[in-house]
């Protein structure tokens, strides 16, 4: 979604860091290429002319400090300045004291509300622990209240529909039931998704009045497309007005559209956005905060989200045993395949991918990346045997053309996948034990790596190094030097199989790696 308007701000601050103090032309610079690149986005021009010149004004006072590294400190205040833009700090919901609390969905029709029904239903049942009910008020649109069915059975909620619909029925009425079912059943939350039109009508406003006025809803969530572009403005202003909402559910957030919407929201009604729509399956659901966007934007990353979607798919204590397992080298393809399933649970690769900081510059990588490659490598573990997951060396010509056919693949896709797999453990042995990743520097402070060592360990590993004027001897001299350093291979029927009668061989560099491992980590 901010693709374009993530890479204009960074272009915008690469100038600055070559700069060693900050002025206020390099300011004026900066601010008229960050003004550009938001009305590029489609973001409304009263939202820009405020952020750039709240951004203008805590510039100049960073520029007149004289303070060094202008570049954070313009990327800082940006930041902040998104931060206030996008909401500020995150809202709570507001829940009834006593009885059902009602939440009421408007929006133009195409927004997605009758989905996001099933979204915030199923995000209430598994995050809140709540009852929830979906009323189907949206008696007009041909199948929505078929489409609300089997949302709410997916979403695992239950939904109260006594009309048909397709233009029949009284919406006021099925509200006004639903609330009083919600009420004698038991339930937490009642959900109302009511109709939208393909423009702004009175009609439409006079319904949606009529069905707050009869549930009085403790929260009216406003659905915005978020793909809308400047059209996100009218749309806004004009439920503001004629229906009113506490709250904004930002729908298509994982679209190719410039992002105006989400910029632009907050800033026009005064309304905070409380939610986001990420995708199409009803897991991609969550609650907004200002600041982690204003990192996804700055391509700061997301990690709080990523760390709490590792908390919920990962077991602590199958973690500990794993890094343990890591560490000994026992690390095998059917712990492999454990943790790809829980990897899997927190939601798409590219996704996860990009909540890390500075993976704007692989985007085109990512992009490439088919997530269908992932059920290839479960589709050529799964035609293995316990056994030949265990250990490897049994894996012979006949048992990886036999796991071919059983996976529906190549033998040249098993050898590789054997391969990469076979590099991959003896790096994560590697880097466990404190070595850090091959051909890279050591990370400080890491035990056994050269970051750890003191001072006077380093000065006597200067000295066993021997320097030759002939390139090639001294690469040949390096050679031997690791093949000796090398611990001994494990005995046979060892995660890898690797027998005990075969050489140690040196340990693994980036050279060694499959081509697509190089291309992955920007070596080709």
């Not at 203008?56 to 930041?79: D, M």
């Not at 939440?103 to 989905?115: D, S, Y």
């Not at 439409?204 to 006025?213: K, L």
Request: positive net charge.
């Amino acid at each position: 979604m901010f693709n374009s308007l993530s890479d204009r701000l960074a272009d915008s601050f690469k100038r600055l860091r070559s700069k060693g103090l900050l002025t206020e032309a390099d300011v004026d610079a900066t601010v008229s290429e960050i003004r550009r690149a938001l009305l590029e986005a489609d973001v409304a021009l009263p939202v820009v002319r405020q952020f750039t010149k709240a951004v203008r004004q805590k510039a100049y006072g960073a520029a007149r400090s004289k303070a060094l590294n202008p570049g954070q400190q313009v990327v800082q205040i940006v930041h902040d300045e998104l931060v206030g833009v996008l909401g500020g700090q995150t809202r709570e919901l507001s829940y009834a004291r006593r009885g059902p609390t009602v939440f009421m969905l408007a929006g133009l029709q195409g927004a997605g509300k009758t989905t996001l029904a099933g979204k915030l239903g199923k995000w209430l049942r598994e995050e809140e622990g709540k009852r929830v009910l979906l009323a189907a008020c949206d008696l007009q649109r041909p199948g929505a209240v078929t489409q609300l069915s089997i949302v709410a059975e997916k979403a695992g909620v239950d939904i109260h529909a006594p009309e048909s619909g397709d233009g029949q029925g009284n919406p006021v009425e099925v509200a006004r039931s639903g609330l009083n079912r919600a009420i004698t059943e038991g339930y937490d939350v009642i959900i109302v998704d009511t109709a939208g039109r393909l423009g702004i009508d009175e009609e439409m406003m006079r319904q949606a009045r009529d069905i707050r006025d009869a549930v009085n809803p403790n929260e009216i969530l406003f659905v915005l497309d978020a793909m809308v572009g400047q059209d996100a403005v009218q749309t806004s202003i004009a439920f503001r007005d004629g229906v009113g909402f506490t709250g904004v559910v930002l729908s298509k957030l994982d679209g190719d559209a410039r992002g105006g919407a989400a910029l632009s929201v907050r800033g026009v009604t005064g309304q905070p956005i409380l939610f986001a729509s990420t995708g199409e399956n009803l897991g991609d659901f969550e609650r907004f905060h200002a600041e982690r966007m204003a990192g996804r934007i700055l391509d700061m990353g997301d990690m709080l989200t990523l760390i709490e979607q590792a908390q919920k798919a990962y077991d602590q204590k199958e973690a500990e045993a794993l890094a343990r397992k890591m560490q000994k080298g026992q690390f095998t393809l059917a712990d492999f395949m454990a943790q790809l399933q829980q990897l899997r649970k927190m939601g798409s690769m590219k996704k996860l991918m990009k909540m890390l900081p500075g993976m704007n510059q692989f985007r085109d990588q990512l992009d490439a990346f088919d997530e269908k490659s992932i059920d290839r490598i479960e589709a050529i573990v799964n035609s293995m045997t316990p056994a030949e997951r265990d250990d490897l060396s049994l894996l012979n010509g006949s048992r990886r053309a036999r796991i071919a056919r059983g996976s529906g693949t190549s033998v040249s896709e098993v050898n590789g996948l054997v391969e990469r797999f076979t590099q991959a453990a003896k790096m994560m042995k590697r880097m466990s034990n404190g070595g850090g990743l091959p051909g890279m520097p050591a990370i400080p402070g890491m035990p056994g790596g050269r970051g750890g060592a003191t001072k006077k360990q380093r000065k006597s590993g200067k000295k066993n190094r021997r320097k030759f004027g002939n390139p090639a001897k001294q690469k040949q001299w390096e050679a031997q030097q690791t093949v000796k350093d090398e611990p001994s291979a494990p005995t046979a029927g060892s995660a890898f199989g690797l027998g005990a009668s075969q050489p140690a061989s040196p340990a693994p560099t980036l050279d060694d790696l499959p081509d697509d491992l190089k291309r992955m980590l920007g070596q080709r």
